[in-house]
């Protein structure tokens, strides 16, 4: 009988694009991070449409790891849509994100996993203690944090942090627009769901070149926030709405 959606405990879902030397030591480090939680899991890789020999990687990858599973966007949609895409065939309760560079490190999932304590309301957002890249990266991204927590009051101080934990339908029922997963955090608030915050360890980039920009995903990501806030302004009241649907 094929697996109901959410069959298994946990999902991992890493995105990735030219990455075909991160590949198997990524997947060989989060498979063993999973295992270590003691909860049936899987491991889903979405490529973006990768033109390099990440194809290949995954599928010898996959003949290693059979609870790898691989999902391909035949032209590059971008990390949302591919976390998305990710999550949306996920079998895993609970999800847990990866970036697809190796530089968040698998072995901080069990630690993020016990903070739950079996709890079907909660995110859990990793905090890098140490962040391991240039200093320009570094500074654009603690003004853009500076930023986003005065506006959104997220309380969380490291939203760009990939690794994140959430419940699979609580991700199901935020509105889908281009770098949404730089804000979940204020998402999942933004629906009812509880954020903690976890230590997480940061490493270099040891293989591949970021895919990234720093001054103009800067200015996207500043533009992003007022969206992030009209979203906000308009989340309507669960009790407002249920003392309307009230009669006599």
């Known amino acids: ?56 990687k995954l599928i010898e990858t996959q003949a290693a790891f059979p609870a790898l599973r691989i999902i391909t966007h035949s032209n590059s949609c971008g990390q949302s849509r591919a976390v998305a895409t990710g999550v949306r065939y996920a079998r895993g309760r609970m999800i847990v994100t990866l970036d697809g560079d190796g530089q968040n490190v698998p072995a901080d999932i069990p630690g993020m996993w016990a903070k739950l304590e079996g709890a079907e309301d909660l995110m859990v957002a990793g905090r890098r203690k140490k962040r ?16 986003r927590a005065r506006l959104l009051r997220d309380d969380t101080p490291d939203t760009g942090c990939g690794l994140k934990l959430f419940p699979r339908d609580a991700f199901l029922e935020l ?21 903690v915050n976890h230590d997480v360890q940061h ?46």
């Open 1 to 56: 009988m094929a697996d109901t959606p959410q069959s298994l405990a946990l999902s991992a879902v890493v995105p990735v694009k030219n990455e075909a030397d991160n590949i198997l030591p990524l997947v060989t480090e989060i498979d063993a991070a999973l295992k270590e939680t003691g909860e049936a899991y899987e491991i889903i890789y979405v490529n973006d449409g990768s033109d390099d020999t990440t194809p290949q």
């Open 132 to 147: 391991r890249d240039i200093w320009i990266k570094r500074v654009s991204s603690r003004l853009a944090n500076r930023i």
């Open 175 to 195: 509105p889908y627009f281009n770098h949404m997963h730089r804000f979940l955090p204020a998402l999942m608030q933004r629906h009812g769901y509880r954020v």
């Open 203 to 248: 490493r270099f980039r040891e293989h591949g070149t970021s895919k990234y920009g720093t001054l103009d995903r800067l200015a996207v990501g500043i533009f992003d926030i007022f969206g992030v806030m009209w979203l906000q302004r308009r989340m309507s009241q669960p009790d407002t709405i249920q003392d309307s649907l009230q009669t006599d």
